[in-house]
């Protein structure tokens, strides 16, 4: 069985790390905050004191940090590139710029060790329940090796490409929709609330209809519950996500509408609210109109 490690156990990392454990995998890992350390050790993890320590202890490392730089300074450096054997492979899980997974790609020349580039959806839930959608970039005989360790924290794998970067820019096509179907769902919802819409009723039409999806059914729930914090999907993510697809399409010069839409109501929810999570957004145009979208008690 390979030995796994995981640095950053956080919303995401946290899930990552119980399902590999639970499929039977040793799995050591590291995170800044102790408290998550402390957390990941009573769910059967081994605690590490640095990322090199990570990689001189498996054979395959989750990276799910938050941005590139965090990413270039676990794997490069004094990092897993130190520690790690030949035939080894990072999942470079986190979202960042393409352009900074190929230069990590370009860092671990000459190491021996593989890189898959493989981003994931499915936010919180998705990594808890083991059910998270990978879109992997990588030579098909590394992926075809590490299979096993991706089945353990995911639902469905898609094949994007060999090419490093290839997964990352996936990702970020995928999260100018994601933007785009939150802001729209967010914007309804204030509709209906100035318009005197019944909340549940408003909640059984969006699900039963063609516009349902996990995205609309999690928003509007959280929305009319009024749960703005804590609920696994902090506004950081979604506004670094959609910052990433913008620079993406102005490197390409691919006009992004609605995504620009999306990406600048994030801009004012992360300013007024940035200690909470992706549906405080919605309280911005409700303030504005001053309606709420409330469940009747």
Same mark, same amino acid.
């Given at each position: 069985?390979?030995?796994?490690?995981?640095?950053?156990?956080?919303?995401?990392?946290?899930?990552?790390?119980?399902?590999?454990?639970?499929?039977?995998?040793?799995?050591?890992?590291?995170?800044?905050?102790?408290?998550?350390?402390?957390?990941?050790?009573?769910?059967?993890?081994?605690?590490?004191?640095?990322?090199?320590?990570?990689?001189?202890?498996?054979?395959?490392?989750?990276?799910?940090?938050?941005?590139?730089?965090?990413?270039?300074?676990?794997?490069?450096?004094?990092?897993?590139?130190?520690?790690?054997?030949?035939?080894?492979?990072?999942?470079?899980?986190?979202?960042?710029?393409?352009?900074?997974?190929?230069?990590?790609?370009?860092?671990?020349?000459?190491?021996?060790?593989?890189?898959?580039?493989?981003?994931?959806?499915?936010?919180?839930?998705?990594?808890?329940?083991?059910?998270?959608?990978?879109?992997?970039?990588?030579?098909?005989?590394?992926?075809?090796?590490?299979?096993?360790?991706?089945?353990?924290?995911?639902?469905?794998?898609?094949?994007?490409?060999?090419?490093?970067?290839?997964?990352?820019?996936?990702?970020?096509?995928?999260? &100018?929709? =994601?933007?785009?179907?939150?802001?729209?769902?967010?914007?309804?919802?204030? #509709? $209906?609330?100035?318009? !005197? +819409?019944?909340?549940?009723?408003?909640?059984?039409?969006?699900?039963?209809?063609?516009?349902?999806?996990?995205?609309?059914?999690?928003?509007?729930?959280?929305?009319?519950?009024?749960?703005?914090?804590?609920?696994? &999907?902090? =506004?950081?993510?979604?506004?670094?996500?959609?910052?990433?697809?913008?620079? #993406? $399409?102005?490197?390409? !010069? +691919?006009?992004?509408?609605?995504?620009?839409?999306?990406?600048?109501?994030?801009?004012?929810?992360?300013?007024?609210?940035?200690?909470?999570?992706?549906?405080?957004?919605?309280?911005?145009?409700?303030?504005?109109?001053?309606?709420?979208?409330?469940?009747?008690?």
């Amino acid at each position: 069985m390979k030995k796994v490690g995981v640095i950053g156990i956080g919303n995401m990392g946290s899930g990552l790390a119980k399902n590999l454990i639970k499929a039977g995998f040793e799995v050591c890992g590291r995170d800044l905050l102790p408290h998550r350390m402390d957390a990941f050790a009573e769910m059967g993890g081994y605690k590490m004191n640095s990322s090199a320590d990570v990689g001189r202890n498996a054979d395959a490392v989750f990276v799910m940090v938050m941005t590139g730089d965090e990413a270039k300074e676990v794997i490069l450096g004094d990092g897993l590139i130190t520690t790690m054997k030949a035939g080894s492979v990072i999942l470079l899980t986190a979202t960042i710029n393409a352009s900074e997974a190929r230069e990590i790609d370009q860092g671990l020349n000459g190491s021996d060790i593989h890189l898959i580039d493989s981003p994931v959806s499915g936010g919180y839930p998705g990594a808890q329940a083991g059910t998270l959608t990978l879109m992997a970039a990588g030579q098909n005989e590394v992926l075809d090796t590490y299979v096993d360790v991706m089945d353990a924290v995911s639902g469905t794998i898609h094949r994007v490409g060999t090419d490093i970067g290839m997964g990352q820019t996936v990702k970020a096509c995928l999260q &100018s929709l =994601i933007g785009s179907i939150f802001s729209a769902t967010f914007e309804a919802s204030v #509709l $209906a609330a100035q318009a !005197g +819409v019944d909340a549940e009723v408003l909640q059984k039409v969006f699900n039963t209809s063609s516009a349902g999806s996990v995205i609309t059914r999690t928003s509007l729930e959280n929305i009319i519950d009024r749960q703005f914090n804590d609920t696994g &999907s902090h =506004i950081s993510t979604m506004y670094k996500d959609l910052t990433i697809s913008m620079d #993406l $399409a102005r490197e390409l !010069g +691919v006009p992004l509408f609605t995504a620009s839409m999306a990406m600048q109501l994030f801009q004012a929810g992360i300013t007024k609210y940035p200690d909470s999570d992706n549906w405080s957004v919605t309280k911005i145009t409700e303030e504005i109109v001053g309606a709420e979208l409330k469940r009747q008690n």
